[in-house]
T-cell receptor, first 115, second 115 residues
Framework: SQQGEEDPQALSIQEGENATMNCSYK?????LQWYRQNSGRGLVHLIL?????REKHSGRLRVTLDTSKKSSSLLITASRAADTASYFC???????????????FGQGTILTVHP | EAQVTQNPRYLITVTGKKLTVTCSQN?????MSWYRQDPGLGLRQIYY???????DKGDVPEGYKVSRKEKRNFPLILESPSPNQTSLYFC??????????????FGPGTRLTVT
């Protein structure tokens, strides 16, 4: 399996419910990033969490990072139909705290929020 | 407006006919990168550039070339396109740094079909 794998692959919920997506990675990181993509469009950065942070919030988004388990989760609270999109985690390849430019994206979670 | 632009947005070409997809950013970013997105495979990094005249291979560089002669431009060159290069291509840029990796700004994408 590759660096940065999301789980589940697809998630279908009703408006108002919370959506949780998970990301696992293999190598050491200095940060982990979450992105959103509306169908066929460019990715939009949502949130970046550094390796020394355990939790971060941005509006209705909450990201956690567990470096001991090499995993992260993205929680979208009170979801809306407009949140329907694909969500990706991305991890830079890091060695000794230095990033060498390689950024690996997972395959993404497709979130569908029904009105 | 801060943005990453790509041209063309759509391209249909024939096997073996050289083509260039341009990418330009107006944010004075050091780092630029190319990705391809295929169904079920997520985003895969093709090439990246840490700064002018500094480029390196990503995970799927075969069949592609890049150059970084100016900070703002990072063209992707397909010298002899083949049908397996049919894909959705994204250019991205960010501030760069060896000790930290920053959020990526993505272009709108180029949908390439090679027949």
């Amino acid at each position: 399996s590759q660096q940065g794998e999301e789980d589940p692959q697809a998630l279908s919920i009703q408006e108002g419910e919370n959506a949780t997506m998970n990301c696992s990675y293999k190598t050491s990181i200095n940060n982990l990033q979450w992105y959103r993509q509306n169908s066929g469009r460019g990715l939009v950065h949502l949130i970046l969490i550094r390796s020394n942070e355990r939790e971060k919030h941005s509006g209705r988004l909450r990201v956690t990072l567990d470096t001991s388990k090499k995993s992260s989760s993205l929680l979208i609270t009170a979801s809306r139909a407009a949140d329907t999109a694909s969500y990706f985690c991305a991890t830079p390849l890091t060695t000794g705290g230095t990033s060498y430019g390689k950024l690996t994206f997972g395959q993404g979670t497709i979130l569908t929020v029904h009105p | 407006e801060a943005q990453v632009t790509q041209n063309p947005r759509y391209l249909i070409t024939v096997t073996g006919k050289k083509l260039t997809v341009t990418c330009s950013q107006n944010m004075n970013h050091e780092y630029m990168s190319w990705y391809r997105q295929d169904p079920g495979l997520g985003l895969r990094q093709i090439y990246y550039s840490m700064n002018v005249e500094v480029t390196d291979k990503g995970d799927v560089p075969e069949g592609y070339k890049v150059s970084r002669k100016e900070k703002r431009n990072f063209p992707l060159i397909l010298e002899s396109p083949s049908p397996n290069q049919t894909s959705l291509y994204f250019c991205a840029s960010s501030f760069g740094g060896r000790h930290l990796f920053y959020e990526q700004y993505f272009g709108p994408g180029t949908r390439l079909t090679v027949t």
